[in-house]
Structures are given as structure tokens and as C-alpha cells.
């Protein structure tokens, strides 16, 4: 049961530069999560953005969210080789488990 | 340290012979979760457990079986692997009995079925 769906598959930027990623959900959501895998490793949450909120920002990661257009962006401003890794979104319906989407690999060179 | 522990973190076993996968967490967490991983497809949850003796299938449970026997441990059994389960398990929990809040994940168990 696919819901999110990141765009582009793949991204490669050099150091300092920032990196734009977007994910397109299909219904209604409670909130969106997005995660980081470094390769072959575990999940890690990044951020979570509610489904009444438009903006969240962590350190140098910044979340937005249209609900109206069902999508949502991070953006990770001036990027770190330590930043190459695949990040997924995940969204929540009210009374179902989070789905996650494919991800998007981000490579940045130094 | 708070974290998600899975064993093995690697197994190649051959067609038919049981195996567990095991999940613990020191969070306390109610919430425990099974997502497999693979190439294309991402990551579907497997099995999920709202609290101890609660369990539920998710998406793509079909030759997999789990136990919440204890809040802390929530294992993975295949009773009779076959080569389509060859895959990347992660195991995961929330502290709220509910879907919604973040997951904390494991380190993954990659599993060959040959």
C-alpha cells in the first residue's frame, strides 16, 4: 500500500550546496515523518511535520508541507558528505501503520 | 544507551530451516514494529504489536510469524524460510500504543535464504 512517493529517485550535489527533496501522498494524513539511512544501516528520524502545520525546521533541515497539494519537501541547507545517505518519507492515516516511501538517495561530493 | 537491538545482524540459512530473528528494546516502548527492505519495493511492514499479547499483521505477513510475549522483545519467526524471504529486516518501536510519533529502528538483520 504505496502513499508516499519521493521525487527524484536520486540526487547528487557538491559540498555546500543544498539538496531539495519531495514526497506526493495520495489521502488524508495525521502527520508525515521523514528518516535517514546511511547505507545498509537502521532508520533515523529526522522530523515530524502535523498535518495542521506548513513549516518545521531542525538545525539545517527544513520541512514544509501543502496539504492541499498533498506534498512535502526537505531541504537540507549547505550539505555535508556526512549528508550522503537515502531519505525517506513516511505518512500517517488516522488508525494505520506509517507507510513509507522508496526514498531518495542523496550523494554529495567533496 | 536507548536503543533497538536485532540478532543476528547477518544469516545465510538454506530453504526450509527455521529461524528467529530477534528483536529487544530498553525504551519501554509499547509499540514494536517488522519492515523488510528491498530494492524497489522499500520498506512494508511485515507484522506490529500495540502492546504486550496484542499483534497484527501488516502488509506482507504471509510466511512470517511474531510473539509479544514480553513489552521489551517482539521476535521474528520464520518457520520455513524459502528464497523470497531473502531481505533486509528492520525492527522498530514507539513509546505511544498508537501508529502515530516516531519510530526508533534497529541496526537491520540481513537475512539469505538460499
Known amino acids: 500500500s504505496q502513499q508516499g512517493e519521493e521525487d527524484p529517485q536520486a540526487l547528487s550535489i557538491q559540498e555546500g550546496e543544498n539538496a531539495t527533496m519531495n514526497c506526493s501522498y495520495k489521502?488524508?494524513?495525521?502527520?508525515l515523518q521523514w528518516y535517514r539511512q546511511n547505507s545498509g544501516r537502521g532508520l533515523v528520524h529526522l522530523i515530524l511535520?502535523?498535518?495542521?502545520?506548513r513549516e518545521k525546521h531542525s538545525g539545517r533541515l527544513r520541512v514544509t508541507l501543502d496539504t492541499s497539494k498533498k506534498s512535502s519537501s526537505l531541504l537540507i541547507t549547505a550539505s555535508r558528505a556526512a549528508d550522503t545517505a537515502s531519505y525517506f518519507c513516511?505518512?500517517?492515516?488516522?488508525?494505520?501503520?506509517?507507510?513509507f516511501g522508496k526514498g531518495t538517495t542523496l550523494s554529495v561530493s567533496s | 544507551e536507548a536503543q533497538v537491538t536485532q540478532n543476528p545482524r547477518y544469516l545465510i540459512t538454506v530453504t526450509g530451516k527455521k529461524l528467529t530473528v530477534t528483536c529487544s528494546q530498553n525504551?519501554?516502548?509499547?509499540?514494536m514494529s517488522w519492515y523488510r527492505q528491498d530494492p524497489g519495493l522499500g520498506l512494508r511492514q511485515i507484522y506490529y504489536?500495540?502492546?504486550?499479547?496484542?499483534?497484527d499483521k501488516g502488509d506482507v505477513p504471509e510466511g512470517y510469524k511474531v510473539s509479544r510475549k514480553e513489552k521489551r522483545n517482539f521476535p521474528l519467526i520464520l518457520e520455513s524460510p524459502s528464497p523470497n524471504q531473502t531481505s533486509l529486516y528492520f525492527c522498530?518501536?514507539?513509546?505511544?500504543?498508537?501508529?502515530?510519533?516516531?519510530?526508533?529502528f534497529g541496526e537491520g538483520s540481513r537475512l539469505t535464504v538460499l
Open positions: 513516511a505518512t500517517n492515516q488516522a488508525g494505520t501503520a506509517l507507510i
Open positions: 489521502t488524508s494524513i495525521n502527520n
Open positions: 511535520i502535523r498535518s495542521n502545520e
Open positions: 525504551m519501554n516502548h509499547e509499540y
Open positions: 504489536s500495540m502492546n504486550v499479547e496484542v499483534t
Open positions: 522498530a518501536s514507539n513509546p505511544a500504543g498508537t501508529f502515530t510519533g516516531e519510530l526508533f
